[in-house]
């Protein structure tokens, strides 16, 4: 037995494996399965995985629990890997150069010591796209989950590389990679719903300061799981 950490290709792999049974909602972190509701003047309601965009993030990374956006930033846990942005460029990888499959687009405004502090993470899947959780109004998107894959939203500050010492680990004998940290069934967080971006992305609901949610233990792959790991 040996504890493993996450390839870069892991990370990309969790992340898709999950991306479709996803619904954003603030402060949702997508390790089970549980009714979601979205913030539309008519809210739409999906069993599936609730989480926003630093819970989608987190169990990508496989850190066991849910960060906010915080992490990724400049002055976050990871922030001596982060990179800025170049000014010029027309794609991902022009305006984030060196940017790899796994890691984190980030961008922030306000401060956490003033309680003002929004920000929004998305992860590069390669190919210049990026897959991210961005609203809780799910009509605003074309599958009606708050999530997208796309190659044309530049509007990040930088990104953060991802270093494998920065993931969880596993057990290599006893876990599964794919899916460690899946508990199954569970509620949703509740939380303020915060405005969209003053630049009008649209729709965009951001971690607000020193949201941390839940302490998920990581689970074995027991046979009992399996019914439940692609939903």
């Known amino acids: 037995m040996a504890q493993v950490h996450l390839t870069r290709s892991q990370v990309v792999a969790r992340a898709m494996d999950i991306f479709n049974d ?48 915080s992490t990724w930033n400049m002055s976050g846990l990871f922030g001596a890997a982060y990179e800025n942005r170049n000014p010029n460029g027309s794609t991902i990888s022009e305006v984030f150069p060196g940017i790899q499959p796994g890691d984190v687009l980030v961008r922030w405004q306000g401060s956490q010591s003033a309680g003002t502090y929004q920000g929004h993470v998305a992860l590069y899947i390669g190919n210049n796209q990026l897959a991210e959780l ?8 074309e599958n009606n989950h708050g999530s997208r894959i796309t190659s044309t939203n530049l ?20 876990d599964d990679w794919l899916t460690f940290g899946f508990t ?48």
């Open 22 to 69: 996803c619904y954003y909602v603030w402060g949702g972190y997508p390790n089970h399965y549980a009714n979601c509701t979205s913030i539309d003047s008519e809210p739409q309601s999906a069993y599936g995985r609730p989480s926003d965009c630093s819970g989608f993030i987190s169990w990508a990374w496989g850190l066991g629990s849910h960060y906010n956006s």
């Open 184 to 231: 199954g069934g569970g509620s949703v967080p509740s939380g303020p719903q915060n405005a969209p971006f003053p630049d009008g992305s649209p729709g965009d609901i951001s971690d607000a300061e020193a949201m941390f949610y839940g302490n998920w233990q990581y689970t074995k792959k027991y046979s009992l799981m399996k019914a439940y790991r692609r939903g």
């Open 134 to 141: 961005y609203t809780g109004r799910w009509r605003r998107t």
């Open 155 to 174: 509007n990040f500050m930088g990104y953060t590389k991802y270093s494998e010492s920065f993931s969880g680990t596993y057990d290599d004998e006893e």
